[in-house]
């Protein structure tokens, strides 16, 4: 492994020393867990199977990808407390933080997908409606509408919430 991986020798300067307010963020945990962070990195390439390193810009683009959903993580665990009007940011702001940002995102197709497979679903309930209630006898040509509307557009709409990873 190259040694731009390699976890700092001390910790950083918290920063406090003159006159800062303390966060509660406390720079030697961050670095113990980068630091385990790195460990079970090591220890995976070490298994002997290929990749057996990074390069110097795979490692540069791992940490910079980590700073970046790092102070994207906390942004949002931030607006969370924010948005409950707290003074300080909880382990579950954090988690639900988390949570929202590692969600798989929809893809387009799906969220086309439920909203034309609303749009249809709600004509075919429409005429369920219209038929139960009507008084004379419906057309078959209506009821068969009426059926697949509902076929179709409740078949788009599972295909919309049905996570797929290769959408």
């Known amino acids: 492994m190259t040694d731009s991986l390699a976890p700092a020798s001390h910790a950083p300067d918290t920063g406090l020393s003159n006159g800062a307010r303390d966060t509660g963020l406390n720079a ?6 980068l630091h385990d962070a790195l460990t079970h990195v090591t220890d995976e390439l070490a298994r002997g199977e290929s990749p057996l390193d990074f390069t110097q810009q795979g490692a540069a683009a791992l940490i910079k990808s980590n700073t970046r959903i790092t102070k994207d993580l906390a942004l949002e665990a931030i607006r969370l407390a924010r948005s409950e009007r707290l003074d300080s940011v909880s ?9 929202g940002l590692l969600r798989p995102k929809s893809s387009s197709r ?13 004509a075919g309930l429409q005429e369920f409606i219209n038929f139960s209630f009507a008084d004379a006898i ?30």
């Open 91 to 99: 382990k579950a702001h954090v988690e639900r933080a988390t949570a």
């Open 28 to 33: 030697e945990e961050g670095v113990a867990g």
């Open 110 to 122: 799906s969220l086309v997908a439920l909203s034309f497979g609303g749009v249809i679903t709600g």
């Open 138 to 167: 419906t057309p078959k040509f209506r009821i068969i509408a009426m059926v697949i509307c509902l076929v179709l557009g409740s078949g788009l709409m599972v295909y919309g919430v049905t996570p797929n990873r290769n959408r």
